[in-house]
């Protein structure tokens, strides 16, 4: 099958793109001017280059392609609604779009388990309502979630929306090597007590959702929860990966409610100081890590066969390898 991905240049793509050429799949990747694609080109990965936000730049890349995996999006940047609007919401409707021209059979669209709210009370599945907390990562997710729901009701679009829970692994920047480095230097602490839900899930598990997604035929259409519903609580999470990289576990428990205000006052003084980058804490952050929050994936195993096969201990362990390694070897 010769396919597309778009974003496939991050921890989600690294994952995947393993997966499709140990398979035989031929895979081409979408990534933006001047962005390092070495380890791309290496693995003989033909690298196209292109912006969702631009849809001129799109058509060279995906003629010829069998399907579409958008992985796509903005997040964890400091940046105004406007970007990730562009990008999460705009830049999806482009890539669907230049595949409806294209005649592209499938497309696999990775969006969140942000798009359904935070804390609501209950496991969610696939039929609650999107209401994304309002910041700009769950608010465009949720749009680009319903830009593909409505061209596959009105416009045909052969498209499976996937919604992973957080996903985490070796090469993952943005939360595990995050969460580890405030653990080496004693500053991590615990929101609240601790026995709140993580919604996370191990990388290679993601791959397996967005593998059947691709794949199956009941999937066409259809949204799916692709996470481990076994999962660990906030003090599980700490203790098990401090553990893991010969550190100290937090013994220190912020309340949620004042920490919750010190990321809005911190939000608060970013913008009126125009700061470029993320305050040091965040709503966001702090709702993440403080809430608990669980998501049902029967809708998958029934439909599609999925079932996680990396425990989230055994994750921490091999994300942990990859933590380590890295930084005897200073990367």
Not at 47 to 61: E, I, K, T, Y
Not at 78 to 96: A, F, K
Not at 203 to 211: A, K, S
């Amino acid at each position: 099958m010769e396919l597309l991905i778009t974003g496939g240049n991050g921890l989600l793509g690294h994952h995947l793109i393993e997966a499709l050429h140990s398979r035989g799949d031929r895979v081409r990747v979408l990534a933006l001017d001047g962005e390092e694609t070495r380890w791309l080109e290496d693995r003989s990965v033909p690298v196209f280059r292109g912006n969702v936000c631009q849809p001129d730049s799109l058509d060279q890349a995906i003629e010829g392609a069998d399907a579409v995996l958008h992985l796509a999006g903005m997040m964890g940047l400091w940046r105004p609604l406007q970007d990730y609007h562009d990008v999460n919401v705009s830049g999806t409707e482009n890539i669907c779009r230049a595949a409806l021209k294209a005649g592209v059979s499938r497309v696999v669209h990775v969006s969140s388990w942000t798009v359904y709210g935070m804390d609501l009370g209950e496991i969610c599945d696939e039929e609650f309502p999107l209401r994304p907390f309002p910041e700009p990562y769950a608010l465009t997710k949720a749009g680009g979630d319903e830009v593909v729901q409505r061209l596959i009701a009105d416009e045909g679009l052969g498209a499976v929306i996937v919604r992973p829970g957080t996903f985490f692994g070796p090469h993952d920047r943005l939360h595990f090597a995050r969460i580890a480095d405030r653990l080496a230097s004693r500053k991590a602490v615990v929101v609240g007590r601790g026995d709140n839900a993580l919604p996370f899930v191990y990388v290679t598990d993601v791959v397996q959702g967005l593998l059947l997604a691709l794949d199956h035929p009941a999937a066409m259409g259809q949204a799916f929860n692709i996470t481990n519903d076994q999962p660990l609580t906030q003090q599980e999470f700490m203790e098990l990966t401090a553990s893991e990289i010969g550190a100290q576990a937090p013994r220190i428990h912020v309340p949620y409610v004042p920490l919750y205000a010190a990321g809005y006052a911190a939000e608060r003084l970013a913008g009126a100081i125009r700061l470029h980058r993320q305050p040091p804490v965040t709503r966001l952050g702090v709702k993440l890590f403080g809430t608990d929050n669980r998501h049902s994936i029967d809708k998958a195993r029934r439909l599609l066969g999925f079932e996680p096969r990396v425990t989230l201990p055994e994750g921490i362990r091999l994300a942990a390898d990859w933590y380590l390694h890295r930084q005897s070897v200073g990367a």
